[in-house]
């Protein structure tokens, strides 16, 4: 649901919302704004590059790996 997130954005804005460690051992975090501002981004590439219309469906399909968040 959008409002978790929003919700979610609003209060914890800058703390950690995801960490990665990757094979090299480094550690990537996003925030819950920096998370917010990526799932924006995509969505705007989806309708202004795919050409997909507000309300259309997309399914993605990732592995069950947190690095796939």
């Known amino acids: 649901?959008?409002?978790?997130?929003?919700?979610?954005?609003a209060r914890?804005?800058?703390?950690?919302?995801?960490?990665l460690r990757h094979e090299d051992?480094?550690?990537?975090?996003w925030s819950y704004r920096e998370l917010d501002r990526a799932s924006r981004d995509f969505g705007a590439y989806l309708q202004?590059?795919?050409g997909l219309s507000r309300g259309d469906r997309?399914?993605?399909m990732l592995p069950n790996l947190l690095q796939y968040p």
Do not use: F
Request: aromatic content about 4%.
């Open 58 to 60: 997309v399914a993605i």
């Open 25 to 29: 051992g480094s550690v990537t975090t």
């Open 1 to 9: 649901r959008l409002d978790l997130l929003e919700g979610a954005v």
């Open 12 to 19: 914890y804005g800058d703390q950690p919302a995801v960490r």
């Open 48 to 50: 202004k590059v795919a």
